[in-house]
């Protein structure tokens, strides 16, 4: 397993200089020694605004990308993992698991054609939280309409939103890469995290922090499955 050596900057002042932050406190070791892209290379990339912007950088270098924008709900690993098996193994969704059929419109059905044929695959993963009907135990995507102070209480009243456990979203990150080498053994696959305020994450007391943790715990986990 790797060893996780890069770290946060602890200076406001670094935030001045984020080219040199990101060199030095976040890519750190993990960059490769020579570029393995070229403007003949395939990308994939599937996300939110996040993956939005990797695609946008690597397309003003000349790469060609085909990206998936999608909302950051599926960011989890263990959506992720649904989202594919529908993709490429063309397994349905679990019973229940949608439970708004517009989380899935913009998902472009030849999304599994595509990987396929990629040189390179990006996702960027977010949350390590899942939703669970109380009722069934069933693991929901989201419940219905949950995003204003009324719809969060009605949620909250028929579902339970639980934090996964580690063993958990390793499995769920190595069926992810079991997926993608089933149909593209030699594709190279760069698993990210949604990022947070660099900003807040100095402050001691933030939410922010919390976040950064569980991202942190994410990184950790993927790196075990590459």
Known sequence: M???RSQYPKSPRRILHMEETIESFIVGDYAPPAPFLD???KVISIGSCFSDEV???????????SNSFIWDGW???FALKHLLKYL?????????????DALFK?????????IAGADLFVLTLGFSTVWIETATGREVLEPTKFNTDRGMIQALELFEMKQ?????????????????RSVNPKCAIVLTS???PVARLIDEISAGRRQCDFKGGIARRASQCL
């Open 164 to 180: 996964s456990s580690e063993a958990d979203n390793i499995q769920a990150l190595r069926d992810i890469v079991g997926l993608i």
């Open 75 to 77: 960011g989890s690993a």
């Open 88 to 100: 490429i193994a063309k397994e349905p969704f679990p019973d229940g698991y949608l439970q708004d």
């Open 194 to 196: 949604l990022p947070c």
């Open 39 to 41: 403007q003949a290379s």
């Open 55 to 65: 695609a946008k950088s690597l397309e003003a270098q000349g790469v060609k990308v």
């Open 106 to 114: 913009r998902i472009s059905p030849d999304l599994g054609a595509e």
């Open 2 to 4: 790797r060893v996780w």
